[in-house]
């Protein structure tokens, strides 16, 4: 051959061999790229990709079927926890072909982690679609996220970002979907406050509104504005939180003297109307008339408006400290606080109280020291001189080393045969379990701790009807998720959500590793509630308390803001008259001495740690406490009916009962309803205490007008061996001087507070015109450390109800002398005031009046 033949042959060799890699290539590869172009999957997360760590993330996820056959499969979303094993949540789902659906799903996220993984895989595990998902959660750190239900969301965008709580905060808006609000209290997690304005409440659902209320009492604030639809604004949902109905007329609103800038500018003509709330307080003022209510609910707060936020868009976005002030008249300083403290910080601290929450032990795994040391001795003197003399006495001394042998045996054989008992044989659990009854649900929370005292593959199924969410520490995990979720040595925990239960899976995991879950369901409550027509006033308590449910209680107590009503046992169908009953002043921030004051062991952790999660603020109703002994095996699990597992828990019922502090034309509420103003010394809002060396002055707001006919002081009661120096570390009741701020000499004037009570002729000189009290607090121990804090006493304020401003209002009404800033009371055909419209805030004697004044005038 030649040379040119040569060349020839291997250019076509050479060709022959690039189509052969071509094919081979397009072999292997185009499969992979049509398994990964199956399903295509677009995630979105939260409100318009917002994410807070330590809180639910609701997740939205397109699944797009480009291929021909149906998908039938699993959505998997992985997360990295600490140590960087893998938490994974599985969603059974079917597309048809050539068309897409959307999964909604809600997963726990916790601190540090900033993304997941989506994936998409058919029933034989083979990997058709996935999507890695940033999460942006280091930007709502600090954020105080608002959402917006509006007919007209844009007149509400003064309330975005904004730096409040001295800039700590800034606050970010989202827009909720009118038409389709959320049905579940999880998907509003993410927010931190939820306003309503200028939107019609009668266009929600039924179960929209209760989620909104479920969400409330989890910790939520709900801002709702009036304007000139008055109650109309809040019904059917809404309105029964106030005390009176809602009078919507042309007002000049004083929105602040600090908004004037010397002139009118804090002068706003609006349609609006007085507020207020039953068992709430009235935190913003217009010239003395309270124009923003709040009440507490749970552990969130509601506050009603009686103008429209949408109406004053123009001034809000000029006054720039309008919003600053606000919500720190809305969620008041202790609630700022606390939610200007990192999301990641919060995490990580409910993740260590769950933990000792869960470091529960079942004691009769506990051995008993004394029998061991028993069988110990008994073996020392029995292979010791006990055999020995014996073997020598009856010539058998060559039979003494088989015979320890013998001994040794049986003795370890005995111990061990003593040691079944104590030991698992198998995978078990430790539990909480919170029941809060009311009238027509039951809401149940569940904490479970999973373990095993071996590492392999362990399994346990829960009910359906319960949502399963991990309890987590967090992660900071940058690398590649897929490849860690495939690595056969990193620990893997899937929740696997099926249609008749979902199934836990824990692999790879450390012998006697805890995996910490929250179960929740809410069911209908099929039998009865706890009921009450309890009254507490001037530090006594009258009314009978009955247990209509099937519970039976013991360690049964009444939280009160600052008060414990000790019960003990409550059976089921009892009825306990609460007058004779022993009432204990205990300090509102330390949840140790009031779960102390209550119950011990077990039910003490359990106690403290819902008083800190659920009551770490100030509450306007009672709560009523008890605990349920449970015992055996899984028999009696409620959220599983798998019965292999040894479990040991404790079992809390909580009840919210009305609390009516009303007596006559008087009712009473504590000052710290509202915030105290610190003007100076260290003064500690989260649980009420001062320095033990350095005074302090507090400026309390007591609202209610003229109103106000008594306070009352009163201090910590003392331990039951009568030391009233009782303390728990640092903290110990206040011991010193009290002094009120005399509004005319401009001094401090010592008090002797006497029997506790001062009558309001007493505090003439003391209140202002805005009804503010100013109290100097001095200690008087000596030689305390820095470090010594001091519960303050608990200040009462007894108001009588004053009919004269209404008496008032209705003769300028029905006289025709209409005074400026009032809606007009409705008339009936012939002209006259119609009665019944104002029954609800009227007295019986009033209405009569109005009736026979306004036929004669008309």
């Known amino acids: 051959m030649t040379t040119e033949d040569n060349a020839r042959l291997s250019l076509c060799l050479l060709s022959k061999i690039k189509i052969i890699c071509a094919v081979l290539f397009m072999v292997m590869v185009f499969p992979l790229i049509t398994k990964a172009d199956t399903i295509d999957l677009s995630v979105t997360y939260g409100y318009q990709n917002t994410a807070k760590a330590g809180r639910f993330l609701p997740l939205s996820i397109t699944i797009e079927n480009t291929s021909e056959k149906t998908f039938s499969g699993y959505i ?62 280091a930007g709502s750190d600090a954020e105080l996220i608002i959402g917006l239900i509006s007919q007209s969301p844009e007149t509400l965008t003064y309330l975005g970002g904004v730096g409040i709580n001295n800039g700590i905060l800034r606050t970010r808006t989202v827009t909720l979907d009118t038409e389709n609000l959320p049905k579940d209290k999880k998907e509003l997690d993410q927010l931190d406050v939820l306003f309503i304005s200028d939107y019609n409440i009668h266009l929600m659902t039924e179960i929209e509104a209760e989620t909104i209320i479920d969400w409330v009492k989890s910790g939520g604030v709900l801002v709702l504005g009036t304007g000139a639809k008055g109650n109309f604004a809040l019904a059917p949902y809404f309105d029964g939180y106030l005390r009176e109905p809602l009078m919507p007329g042309e007002m000049k609103l004083n929105m602040g003297e600090q908004y004037s800038g010397g002139s009118n500018k804090n002068i706003l003509d609006l349609n609006a109307s007085a507020v207020t709330l039953t068992r709430g307080r009235e935190v913003m ?28 868009q123009r001034f809000a976005t000029d006054q720039m400290f309008y919003v600053d002030d606000l919500f720190k008249a809305i969620l008041g300083q202790n609630r700022l606080d606390k939610l200007s403290v990192a999301a990641s910080e919060r995490s990580l601290k409910r993740y260590w109280d769950i933990q000792a929450l869960m470091n ?13 040391v028993t069988i110990l001795s008994a073996y020392v003197l029995l292979v010791g001189p006990g055999l020995y003399f014996y073997l020598r006495t009856h010539d058998m001394i060559r039979l003494y080393r088989p015979g320890v042998i013998v001994v040794t045996a049986l003795a370890a054989m005995l111990v061990w045969v003593m040691g079944v008992g104590t030991r698992f044989s198998g995978p078990f659990l430790t539990y909480a379990k919170l029941n809060e009854v009311s009238k027509d649900s039951i809401n149940e929370i569940d904490y479970v701790n999973l373990r095993s005292p071996y590492n392999s593959t362990y399994t346990f199924d829960v009910k359906s009807e319960y949502y399963v969410y991990p309890v ?33 899976i824990i692999s790879r995991t450390d012998t006697f590793t805890g995996r910490y879950f929250e179960f929740n369901t809410k069911t209908p409550n099929p039998g009865g509630c706890f009921t009450t027509d309890m009254v507490y006033s001037n530090g006594k308590v009258q009314g009978v308390l009955k247990n209509d449910s099937d519970y039976e209680l013991s360690d049964a107590a009444i939280l009160i803001y600052g008060k414990v009503i000790l019960i003990g046992k409550l059976g089921a169908g009892e009825e306990v008259d609460l007058s004779g009953k022993d009432i204990v002043n205990v300090p509102v921030g330390d949840y140790q001495r009031i779960a102390d004051t209550v119950t011990d062991g077990a039910n003490f952790s359990f106690l403290k740690y819902y008083i800190s999660d659920n009551m770490a603020g100030y509450y306007g109703d009672a709560r009523l406490v008890g605990f349920v002994r449970e015992s055996g095996l899984g028999e009696h699990l409620s959220f599983s009916d798998q019965l292999n597992y040894d479990s040991y828990g404790v079992s809390m019922v909580v009840a919210s009962l009305p609390l009516d502090t009303r007596v006559g034309d ?15 010394g260290d003064y500690d809002i989260s649980d009420n205490t001062i320095s033990g060396v350095v ?16 306070i009352t002081i009163e201090s910590l009661s003392s331990d039951d061996s009568g030391n009233p120096n009782h303390r728990i570390g640092n903290l110990r009741p206040f011991k010193g001087s009290l002094s009120f701020y005399n509004n005319s000499t401009g001094g401090f004037d010592p008090v002797d507070i006497g029997d506790g009570v001062l009558s309001d002729k007493e505090l003439t000189y003391y209140l202002d015109e805005d009804n503010v009290l100013v109290v100097k607090y001095t200690p008087g121990e000596q030689n ?40 007009p009371l409705p008339l009936d055909a012939d002209g006259s005031v119609v009665a019944d419209e104002i029954a609800p805030s009227v007295p019986a004697t009033v209405q009569e009046t109005v009736s026979e004044t306004g036929k004669g005038d008309s």
Do not use: W
């Open 76 to 137: 998997h979303v992985y997360m990295v926890e600490s140590e960087n094993s893998v938490y994974e949540y599985r969603y059974r789902k079917t597309v048809e072909g050539e068309s897409e659906d959307v999964l909604s799903a809600t997963v726990s996220l916790s601190s540090g982690v900033n993304q997941i993984l989506v994936t998409a895989e058919d029933s034989k595990g083979e990997l058709l679609g996935s999507r890695r998902v940033g999460l942006d959660v």
């Open 784 to 823: 305390l450390g820095i470090d010594e804090r001091m519960y303050l006493p608990m200040i009462t304020v007894t108001v009588k109800e004053n009919v004269t401003v209404i008496n008032q209002i209705l003769e300028n009404e029905v006289g025709g002398e209409q005074q400026e800033g009032e809606g």
């Open 666 to 680: 008087e009712y009473s509420y504590s000052v710290m309803s509202t915030d105290p103003e610190i003007r100076t």
């Open 360 to 372: 529960m032990s079942d004691l009769s795994k506990i051995p008993e020291p004394l029998f061991y």
């Open 472 to 504: 987590l520490k967090g992660s900071d995990y940058n690398g590649d998720i897929q490849e860690l979720s495939l690595d056969s040595e990193t620990g893997h925990t899937t929740i696997n959500n099926d249609r008749d239960k979902t199934e836990i």
């Open 695 to 710: 005074p302090a002055v507090l400026a309390y707001h007591l609202g209610e007008g003229d109103n106000i006919s008594s």
């Open 285 to 312: 003022y217009s010239d003395g008339v309270p124009i923003i209510s709040t009440v507490t609910e749970g552990t969130g707060a509601i506050a009603v408006s009686g103008y429209d936020f949408c109406d004053i």
